[in-house]
């Protein structure tokens, strides 16, 4: 006969990181079951922006300034998801776009078969951009989710030719108001 075993010292791989990436893949999962991919990665995207506005309200204070330049953005988008275990680096930085790849999800794979799940990041980063730079527009050529061993994600800095091209999702700064 087995020996019985006390709950605390069960075998069970749940922590709280576990628990809130698995909840959040069956909400997005349920959501896109629901509304359909579109609509589940627009609600997805809602959160995203009031992230990225918090996110970027937080670094400035940090860093003691009003608004960051491109090298800035650049580095907190890489910051930010190497403190949530993301693995982003720069591939490439012009005056006109930054590209990043990525070979780890903060969602680990969790994320696998959401793609609603990566507005998180085309929010955060277009908000983050648009809220120092005036403008971006992001987008997700390769990631995770679909299937891709890693992420590419080209967010343009300014509106233009290669801009326009681009499948991705514009950004804009908001407008303050009095």
Avoid: W
Wanted: charged share 30%; aromatic share 6%.
């Amino acid at each position: 006969m087995e020996e019985s075993k006390n709950v605390e010292s069960a075998d069970v791989l749940f922590d709280r990181d576990v628990f809130m990436r698995s909840l959040i893949r069956n909400l997005s999962g349920t959501l896109t079951d629901v509304v359909g991919l579109e609509e589940a990665s627009g609600f997805v995207s809602i959160v995203g922006q009031q992230m990225g506005e918090e996110i970027d309200s937080a670094y400035r204070k940090a860093l003691g300034r009003d608004t960051l330049d491109a090298s800035d953005v650049a580095n907190v988008m890489v910051d930010l998801k190497r403190r949530i275990a993301g693995d982003f680096y720069i591939i490439e930085q012009t005056e006109d776009r930054i590209v990043l790849g990525n070979r780890a999800c903060p969602f680990g794979d969790k994320v696998v078969g959401r793609p609603a799940l990566c507005m998180m990041t085309s929010n955060v980063f277009g908000s983050i951009a648009a809220a120092n730079l005036g403008y971006s527009k992001v987008e997700l050529e390769e990631t995770i989710a679909s299937g891709a061993p890693g992420c590419r994600i080209v967010v343009h800095l300014k509106p233009g030719r290669a801009a326009e091209r681009s499948a991705g999702r514009e950004y804009f700064k908001p407008v303050e108001s009095d």
